[in-house]
């Protein structure tokens, strides 16, 4: 993996594997499905953070993978993960105390809640997928059903369609029911799995 701009080079980000290694056991069992590759991950943020200062916000964080490696990768912009289950939150917490990248927080919230204008690029790895019918769930800590899906993705696109020309967003096997017609496709990567899009 690429040295961050400062340089320093951090055994945990050597690859997924090591990574992976920081979070509990039935966590690592998650990570191919539910967490961002690592690969995947510096493609994404060299997108969403084009010059220092951005404030990228991570749609699901999940248990902070891709806001930590943002971190690591980007150590002049800031990284938020907004995350609906407390305990991910807290394992996203205690993995930045072992890494010591101070520029990334979580917070424990619902996407409804949140202000994005605070923020310059989105990264959204379809997070609300698991509320369809017949997909694999992360767990049975929340509530699932297909109106939740539906009604999140219609929430997104309406915060997106909101945001200032110019805004980006990356997203990682979307099925692109949340992206507002107002943000146009500007690059295609690994099969059309990751794709980055620009608001017009």
């Not at 219609?154 to 967003?169: F, H, Q, V, Y």
């Amino acid at each position: 993996m690429p040295l961050t701009s400062t340089g320093y080079k951090n055994k945990w980000f050597d690859s997924d594997e090591a990574f992976d290694k920081l979070l509990p056991f039935p966590m690592q069992m998650l990570s191919r499905m539910h967490w961002t590759p690592l690969h995947i991950a510096h493609k994404a943020i060299q997108f969403l953070v084009p010059q220092n200062g951005m404030k990228v916000l991570d749609i699901g964080s999940g248990a902070g993978k891709f806001c930590i490696a943002g971190g690591y990768y980007k150590p002049f912009a800031w990284f938020t993960g907004i995350e609906q289950r407390k305990s991910l939150v807290s394992t996203a917490e205690m993995i930045l105390d072992k890494v010591h990248i101070e520029n990334v927080c979580f917070i424990h919230s619902n996407i409804t809640k949140i202000d994005f204008s605070k923020y310059d690029s989105f990264y959204f790895y379809n997070s609300f997928y698991e509320n369809l019918n017949g997909t694999d769930k992360i767990d049975n800590s929340i509530e699932y059903s297909n109106g939740l899906y539906y009604y999140y993705c219609r929430c997104l696109s309406k915060k997106l369609d909101e945001m200032p020309a110019g805004t980006r967003l990356a997203t990682y096997h979307s099925l692109e029911n949340e992206i507002p017609v107002s943000f146009r496709l500007t690059e295609t990567l690994f099969d059309n799995s990751l794709k980055f899009w620009i608001r017009q």
